[in-house]
């Protein structure tokens, strides 16, 4: 739903840019101001080039200054969820019925405990064979659930 709102916001903002230029051809230079120019490549170029220099920033910044992050995880994908550690290392088991949603993605199983919460499963680290069987378990997750149940 985001990345659809985003895709929205770039093509408006794209559709401005190419208004003020198109303008700009039929009218004299001066008759625009600098700043007007200014915004609009300014929409134009954040989303292409700014934005995710600024995401790798943030990042790298996340990353190096806090040290639980960089911690190993010991998780297992069982039939009824995933268990794993805490970092005082007492055992956690999230069902499969507690995840909002899943995603799939070439190198990537994403859970979602809510709509910007993801837990990233890596593909590398599960057996070939494994994949299908994840993906069979994972599809609990997507399917509706009644009104009412409880998420755990």
């Not at 770039?10 to 101001?33: E, I, P, T």
Request: net charge positive; with cysteine; hydrophobic share 40%.
């Amino acid at each position: 739903m985001e990345a659809k709102r985003d895709a929205r916001i770039r093509g408006l903002s794209l559709l401005y840019v190419v208004a003020v230029f198109a303008d700009w051809h039929q009218q004299n230079l001066k008759s625009r101001s600098l700043l007007e120019y200014a915004i609009s490549w300014t929409i134009l170029l954040y989303p292409r080039f700014v934005s995710p220099v600024l995401f790798r920033i943030r990042v790298s910044r996340n990353w190096n200054r806090h040290a639980r992050m960089k911690k190993t995880i010991d998780l297992t994908v069982t039939p009824d969820g995933l268990n794993s550690k805490d970092d005082l290392g007492n055992r956690v088991h999230t069902a499969w019925r507690s995840f909002y949603r899943f995603q799939e993605t070439d190198s990537f199983f994403i859970l979602y405990f809510s709509p910007r919460s993801p837990c990233i499963l890596p593909k590398r680290l599960l057996a070939e064979g494994d994949h299908a069987a994840v993906r069979q378990l994972l599809s609990a997750v997507n399917a509706p659930k009644p009104p009412g149940e409880p998420l755990a």
